[in-house]
Nanobody
Framework: QVRLVESGGGLVQAGGSLRLSCAGA??????????MGWYRQAPGKQRELVAQ???????DYADSVKGRFTISRDNAKLTMYLQMNSLKTEDTAVYYC??????????????WGQGTQVTVSS
């Protein structure tokens, strides 16, 4: 079981910056963390991948945020960050932290945080 708690969302003007944090706590039979990532969901739209870390260091970004957002993790802890710069109104959404783990039964499991609202005003 992995519990995830996001923080750092809020209201910011276009062009501004925010830093999201995701603090995780693992219990039970977690064998490994395969991916950690951030997704977002805007009103009336599907949830979409924003950025993820594959393994411990390989990063992947949505085209819409490349060059503006940076994902990072603390490998000593189950903690992840999303630095968001040059924010645009279209970045407004609820941002969710996601973890995919491999558990001791050799199956992959997906865990989600409760989400944090990011609102970018013009």
């Amino acid at each position: 079981q992995v519990r995830l708690v996001e923080s750092g969302g809020g209201l910011v003007q276009a062009g501004g910056s925010l830093r999201l944090s995701c603090a995780g706590a693992a219990s039970g039979n977690i064998f490994s963390i395969n991916t950690m990532g951030w997704y977002r969901q805007a009103p009336g739209k599907q949830r979409e991948l924003v950025a993820q870390i594959l393994g411990t260091s390989t990063t992947d970004y949505a085209d819409s945020v490349k060059g503006r957002f940076t994902i990072s993790r603390d490998n000593a802890k189950l903690t992840m960050y999303l630095q968001m710069n040059s924010l645009k109104t279209e970045d407004t959404a609820v941002y969710y932290c996601h973890v995919r783990s491999m558990n001791s039964d050799y199956k992959q499991y997906d865990y989600w945080g409760q989400g944090t609202q990011v609102t970018v005003s013009s």
